[in-house]
């Protein structure tokens, strides 16, 4: 008798074993564990994110198409996100078809390193994937409680490195307005570690170049006409309204 309940015992204890090390391996995961997964959840452009490539998906605006008011419109706010960041989207699935080998990649890797794009989808995987990127950004470093001073440590860098945050916003608006043609104005990092202003055309991203984005402001015609009509320089000086220095600190951290 006294054998049948040390048996039972035992059986229990291995049992309880057991099921504690599929839990602790996924094999078998809690119902709530699997909605955390799922494609509804909102994908945040934290520094240490990195795009997929394939299936690219369109994220979500953190906030509303109103929310930007200050600085931009809620039209132009819709068409940009819902129009233009999603034409990127597909399109880069679209090129990515045809490279099964390349679809496992972040969009990030694609583009520091086109050379290992196939040369037939190249142009189409720079100019869309660059897209995407640099849109995703730029809904993360924009938001309705933004504007103001820089806050944090990106505050004392700026001081640092252009001597103010006057003279600062001055050098990037004046880089965004002399960027000929379509393109974007850029606070990156560069290799030494030392802030930078830059400016890349078309849908370019500084990774490109080796360099890591901390911000950046978009100044294709199509994130401003509607509003500033052909005025860059006054969507660029209204554009500070909306900034969103904790997610700049963000990036500026883990650059
Ligand atoms: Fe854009």
């Known amino acids: 008798m006294q054998k049948n309940v040390r048996r039972f015992i035992v059986f229990f204890l291995t049992?309880?074993?057991l099921i504690t090390l599929l839990f602790s391996s996924q094999l078998i995961q809690p119902a709530q564990s699997q909605s955390i997964t799922?494609?509804?959840?909102?994908?945040?452009?934290?520094?240490?994110?990195?795009?997929?490539?394939?299936?690219?998906?369109?994220?979500?605006?953190?906030?509303a198409y109103n929310a930007l008011e200050e600085a931009i419109d809620a039209q132009t706010m819709e068409l940009h996100h819902d129009r233009h960041h999603a034409s990127y989207v597909d399109a880069l699935n679209e090129a990515l078809e045809q490279a099964p080998d390349l679809?496992?990649?972040?969009?990030?890797?694609?583009?520091?390193?086109?050379?290992?794009?196939?040369?037939?989808?190249?142009?189409?995987?720079q100019n869309n994937g660059g897209g995407h990127l640099n849109h995703?950004?730029?809904?993360?470093?924009?938001?309705?409680?933004?504007?103001?001073e820089p806050t944090g440590e990106i505050a004392q860098e700026i001081n640092e490195t252009f001597g103010g945050f006057s003279e600062f916003q001055e050098q990037f608006n004046e880089a965004g307005g002399d960027r000929f043609g379509s393109g974007w104005v850029w606070?990156?990092?560069?290799?030494?570690?030392?802030?930078?202003?830059?400016?890349?055309?078309?849908?370019?991203?500084?990774?490109?170049?080796?360099?890591?984005?901390?911000?950046?402001?978009?100044v294709w015609e199509h994130a401003y006409y509607l509003r500033y009509q052909n005025s860059r320089t006054d969507y660029l000086s209204s554009w500070w309204d909306v900034v969103n220095w904790d997610e700049v600190n963000r990036r500026a951290q883990a650059s």
């Open 15 to 17: 049992g309880i074993a």
């Open 38 to 63: 799922t494609p509804t959840a909102t994908p945040v452009a934290s520094p240490d994110y990195e795009l997929n490539a394939y299936p690219a998906e369109l994220p979500p605006l953190p906030y």
């Open 103 to 125: 679809q496992n990649q972040s969009v990030e890797a694609l583009l520091r390193d086109l050379d290992s794009v196939p040369e037939d989808i190249r142009t189409e995987v």
């Open 136 to 148: 995703t950004i730029f809904w993360q470093i924009m938001s309705p409680n933004g504007g103001g």
């Open 187 to 218: 606070l990156v990092r560069n290799q030494q570690g030392q802030l930078q202003i830059t400016t890349t055309p078309n849908q370019d991203n500084p990774i490109m170049e080796g360099l890591y984005p901390i911000m950046g402001n978009d």
